[in-house]
């Protein structure tokens, strides 16, 4: 019995030596307009909270403009660069589409213009926030219309498998605008050929959770293999929510993920 007590005092020492912390904001569906003064409000009282929150870092999980047209790409992105933290932005279906909108070449180009962060020559890319985690930005949007679903292509897929395999002894987090598991039942806005998806992170360990907007609602799902599935709602949206993400994680395969909802209200930032 002593022997069993010791073990436990052991290893309950050792998830403490080994426990870290990192404290993120995710920000999905903003839906930024010149033509709506709201929501350039909206989006001011963001950045000013979360620069108040002090994250380490912050994703924009796409939609972040209503139409895809230069102007309102270009001003939010002006906006969003008085953040005093690293921050990332993904693709959405309403960024970029060629038929009535921007190229994705376009929107990507004037991402690189307003934000060192985005220097690669993808929507699809990796940061990492220290040594122990990598975080991974997918692009599952179609790129020649305004698609509600999501679709990520073969070679996305194998750069993804093999980004994977390449950082195996590091956690790794996955920020994109599809969910993979949706939050509720909606088969107009639900990702396609999810199958392939889906067999690709059955063959890593290493992952945490899956972060993602379109759904506009909050909601957290933990499937079998304990990733984290996110679902955040929109800002854009009442009640103009953004979402700070704690991850409490350790060394060894143990991870917790807690949500603290922030509602943009100039209340907030008094």
Same mark, same amino acid.
């Given at each position: ?11 309950? *020492? ?8 990192l404290k ?14 709201? *929501? ?29 047209? !230069? ?50 020559? *993808? ?31 073969? !070679? !996305? ?18 920020f994109q ?74 060394k060894l ?7 603290? !909802?922030?509602?943009? *209200? ?5």
């Amino acid at each position: 019995m002593k022997k069993i007590i010791l073990l436990l005092i052991c290893l309950f *020492t050792c998830l403490q030596a080994n426990a870290k912390q990192l404290k993120f904001a995710q920000v999905t569906d903003t839906f930024y307009s010149s033509d709506k003064p709201h *929501t350039a409000q909206i989006l001011d009282w963001s950045v000013r909270s979360l620069n108040l929150k002090n994250p380490k870092f912050v994703v924009f999980m796409g939609n972040n403009i209503a139409r895809s047209k !230069e102007k309102d790409a270009t001003e939010f992105l002006k906006t969003i660069k008085s953040l005093k933290m690293p921050y990332y932005v993904a693709f959405g279906n309403y960024d970029a589409h060629e038929v009535s909108g921007l190229k994705k070449e376009e929107f990507w180009s004037l991402v690189k213009k307003y934000n060192k962060n985005n220097s690669s020559k *993808t929507g699809y890319y990796t940061f990492s926030p220290n040594r122990d985690i990598l975080c991974i930005v997918l692009d599952g949007t179609v790129p020649f219309m305004q698609s509600n679903h999501g679709i990520f292509p073969e !070679e !996305e897929l194998k750069w993804l498998d093999k980004t994977l395999s390449k950082n195996k002894n590091k956690k790794v987090m996955i920020f994109q605008h599809f969910p993979l598991i949706d939050p509720y039942e909606n088969p107009q806005l639900s990702m396609l050929y999810k199958e392939k998806y889906q067999e690709v992170i059955d063959k890593h360990k290493n992952i945490i959770s899956i972060s993602s907007g379109h759904f506009q609602t909050s909601k957290i799902t933990v499937d079998e293999k304990g990733i984290y599935h996110i679902s955040s709602p929109a800002l854009g949206k009442p009640n103009f929510i953004y979402d700070m993400v704690t991850i409490d994680y350790t060394k060894l395969p143990f991870s917790k993920v807690k949500i603290n !909802e922030i509602k943009v *209200t100039p209340i907030e930032l008094q």
